[in-house]
């Protein structure tokens, strides 16, 4: 039976789906020791003590990775959040365990997990995969010009032909969210859709139900929009106000050359808040240098701290529990941050009041989104019926309060938070592909 596959490659969750000619949309899950999962976590796990005869270090990617990384007696090379690379030259190619590898390469071998790990639903793994709908966000992370941005979906699309995915579609993550909104609909709207991932934030005005699906010379597309932000950058935000000060953030060490009180280096510290950047620490010059730094500083054991988490690569642990943190305090007022490596130890409470004023920033740039897409599609807020919010930095309280504030609780609708997007390409899949 012929399927229809969108693919929704995220910078922390990918998802995967199929459509059937005259049916709904159904997920692929992966399998984990904890049971099927639908979604597939976006990381690599480079295992020293796994050799590939042709390749050198084997690659795991998925729940593999994670599986992998966390039994491993020898440590190894954890990398995630690759898809926030793609529009910059900040990363062309890493070295891992003597074999360099360009960023297409890296993210074909996620993709390639995905295939082998999804049984039978793309085919076999070494065959050639043709007319997927592949999410892309309104705005790539990091994109500042239109040359970035086709400099993201080239290098996207060099990926997935690696992986041998070729001919694909792309189409903006919030439209697939729209199109799953579409399929539990008996009548037309006007939706404002908001996605909310893990690097980027997108927004769409579009024209949803039978209606609108029917009439094929109608605009259903009115706007799209995104902001480089979302669940990430929150992430950071906590890590820069609890965890890098227990770090040795904003202290001091002396100087070996002449004796001075010198500032530790604040860009240490842009390493440590956005987790996929920490893994850039761990070279040799640098951990000498933090070595140094603990060595002459009034508080050795917040450098020591910072020194272990670097050179045994806690880094995708740390992250977890300040993940957790923030995903704890969509539902409580008030939750303890704990993290505890010795010499690292951080516990510490953290109030939702708090959160919500570190990220008051981060909140008027979504704000200023949705203020330019309605003033570019000349529509009102009031002739808007309904608003969906999808992704998982959706359930943040202060992001919710941004839509109900404007639009009212009656017209916001949830849901799927992490698979909506796949499901619905595969549906958009379907449409444009029979």
């Known amino acids: 039976m012929e399927r229809f596959i969108g693919l ?10 199929l459509a059937s000619p005259g049916g709904g949309s159904d997920l692929v899950r992966f399998a984990t020791r904890e049971g099927p999962s639908s979604t597939f976590r976006s990381v690599l796990f480079f295992d020293p003590s796994e050799l590939d005869p042709r390749a050198g270090v084997r690659a795991f990617a998925g729940p593999q ?12 090379r954890l990398i995630q959040s690759l898809k926030s690379y793609l529009a910059t030259d900040l990363l062309r190619s890493t070295t891992v365990f003597g074999r360099t590898y360009t960023l297409e390469e890296l993210i074909a071998l996620i993709l390639r997990g995905i295939r082998a790990q999804c049984g039978d639903a793309l085919g076999d793994p070494a ?42 579609t792309f189409e903006y993550e919030p439209v697939g ?8 609909l008996d009548h037309d709207e006007l939706v404002l859709i908001g996605d909310f991932g893990g690097g980027t934030s997108d927004f769409c005005l579009v024209r949803v139900g039978p209606g609108a699906r029917r009439d094929a010379s109608a605009q259903r597309i009115l706007g799209t929009e995104g902001v ?28 070996y050359l002449d004796g001075k009180e010198i500032p530790v280096p604040g860009w240490l510290y842009e390493r440590v808040r956005r987790w996929h950047h920490l893994s850039f620490l761990r070279s040799r010059e640098t951990v000498r240098f933090l070595k140094e730094v603990r060595d002459q500083s009034p508080d050795p054991r917040a450098m020591a701290s910072l020194l272990h988490l670097v050179d045994d690569d806690l880094g995708f642990d740390l992250h977890r529990a300040v993940e957790g943190t923030k995903v704890r305090l969509s539902r409580e007022d008030r939750v303890d941050l704990r993290f505890v490596d010795d010499p690292v130890d951080i516990d510490v409470p953290v109030a939702r009041e708090d959160f919500d004023r570190w990220i008051h920033g981060d909140l008027e740039l979504l ?21 969906f919010l999808t992704g998982g930095t959706s359930m943040v ?11 009212g ?26």
Request: one cysteine or more.
């Open 397 to 407: 309280p202060a992001v919710r309060k941004i839509f109900l504030d404007r639009f």
């Open 367 to 387: 704000r200023g989104c949705i203020d330019r897409l309605l003033a570019r599609t000349g529509v009102k807020a009031a002739e808007i019926d309904r608003v």
């Open 228 to 255: 480089g932000l979302a669940g990430d950058v929150f992430d950071g935000q906590i890590v820069d106000a609890v965890v890098s000060p227990r770090l040795g953030k904003g202290t001091t060490y002396r100087s």
């Open 177 to 184: 969210a729209a199109y799953f909104y579409e399929s539990r």
């Open 409 to 434: 609780e009656d017209r916001l609708r949830a849901g799927d938070e992490l698979t909506s997007v796949a499901s619905g390409l595969s549906l958009r899949a379907r449409e444009l592909h029979r």
């Open 65 to 76: 990775a994670l599986e992998h990384y966390r039994d491993a007696q020898t440590p190894g």
């Open 8 to 17: 929704d490659f995220g910078t922390t969750n990918s998802a995967l789906a």
């Open 127 to 168: 065959s050639v995969v043709r007319g997927l709908v592949v999410g892309r966000p309104v705005k790539f992370t990091n994109a500042d010009t239109p040359a970035d941005e086709q400099r993201a979906l080239d290098r996207l699309r060099s990926a997935l032909a690696l992986a041998g995915i070729e001919d694909v």
